[in-house]
């Protein structure tokens, strides 16, 4: 009888560390994940508040988001990230420009099996000036 507790006790200690480590790999992938989507979902935003504006206000709004980079950690504290906001065009008469916004998420050391370095590209077409007519129809 006394032996079998000393067996528990020893298939304990060598299952935990696996046990717990899984637990800890889910909820930081889970941290990571959420830090992901309000990242992406902040470029879309961006791109679209850009997109809407009118022509003077563009660069004003560009310029207040552009560059923009976080001193510390994303939530998770692995990546440092940073914003850049453009218009582009993908032809070469500049009839159909899209609002650009990349965000670009770094690291420098090397932590699980984590890439190093991957970016959020949001691409959006700029709306035409409205003229504040509406058709009713």
Sequence with gaps: MKRQRGQSAVEFALMAPIVFGIIFAMIYGGIMFMDYLNYNNYARTI????????ADKRSEIIQKYNGWQNEDYARSGVYRVKI???????????ENEDVVVTIEFRRKESFLVLPSEFDIVYRMSLEPPSTGEENTT
């Design 47 to 54: 791109a679209r508040e850009v997109s809407l504006a009118s």
């Design 84 to 94: 850049n906001v453009d218009i582009e065009s993908l032809d070469k008469n500049k």
